[in-house]
Antibody, heavy 120, light 107 residues
Framework: QVQLVESGGGVVQPGRSLRLSCAAS????????MHWVRQAPGKGLEWVAV????????YYADSVTGRFTISRDNSKNTLYLQMSSLSGDDTAMYYC?????????????WGQGTLVTVSS | AIQMTQSPSSLSASVGDRVTITCRAS??????LGWYQQKPGKAPHLLIY???SLQSGVPSRFSGSGSGTDFTLTISSLQPEDFATYYC?????????FGPGTKVDIK
């Protein structure tokens, strides 16, 4: 079955960087676009970024453009989110998600999330 | 960016009630809308895609309708496991945007 496991979260100081990973299994990773979605404590869901199946196309939320970079390694079945210039507004649970099918953006499968806390 | 609103922001209902949640987009998004359920401490779960298509494995008491700018999620007979927060998500254009959520709790 499809499994997505995020890792890399933790406590980081403002202004520093952090890289999240999402290990995928149970499906042909290289066939699907992948997304990152975050949720600040007690708040709603916020879409963060998407990467196409082959890594050639990427889009970002305005709030992270220029600071976050989404990438993937299809040989390792792993999705990444490189985050830099972090601030308290980036404190959130970060989820990776797989689309339902190629060409659509419905987020069918989700990981359990990894918590990022930006604090001095 | 396309703005999404939801109403109500919260509601109290009883088991067996019919529940309707509305989502409105700031521009025409055709039928490029999904509905997600999230329970406390858990990841979201896709219920409806393309505005009205039921995701595999989701109970038939959930249904979606609408197109353009106005969309509705209906739970025909609320069950105890349905108490959760519901979000709409437009996937018509980037950046994708979620609605603010509707919390459904027990009356």
């Amino acid at each position: 079955q499809v499994q997505l496991v995020e890792s890399g979260g933790g406590v980081v100081q403002p202004g520093r960087s952090l890289r999240l990973s999402c290990a995928a299994s149970g499906f042909t990773f290289s066939r699907y676009a992948m997304h990152w979605v975050r949720q600040a404590p007690g708040k709603g869901l916020e879409w963060v970024a998407v990467i196409s199946h082959d890594g050639s196309t990427k889009y970002y939320a305005d709030s992270v453009t220029g600071r976050f970079t989404i990438s993937r390694d299809n040989s390792k079945n792993t999705l990444y989110l490189q985050m830099s210039s972090l601030s308290g507004d980036d404190t959130a649970m970060y989820y990776c998600a797989r689309v339902r099918d190629n060409g659509v953006e419905d987020l069918q499968n989700w990981g359990q999330g990894t918590l990022v806390t930006v604090s001095s | 960016a396309i703005q999404m609103t939801q109403s109500p922001s919260s509601l109290s209902a009883s088991v067996g009630d019919r529940v309707t949640i509305t989502c409105r987009a700031s521009q025409d998004i055709r039928n490029d809308l999904g509905w997600y359920q999230q329970k406390p401490g858990k990841a979201p779960h896709l219920l409806i895609y393309a505005a009205s298509s039921l995701q595999s494995g989701v109970p038939s008491r959930f249904s979606g309708s609408g197109s353009g700018t106005d969309f509705t999620l209906t739970i025909s007979s609320l069950q105890p496991e349905d108490f959760a927060t519901y979000y709409c998500l437009q996937d018509y254009d980037y950046p994708l945007t979620f609605g603010p959520g509707t919390k459904v709790d027990i009356k």
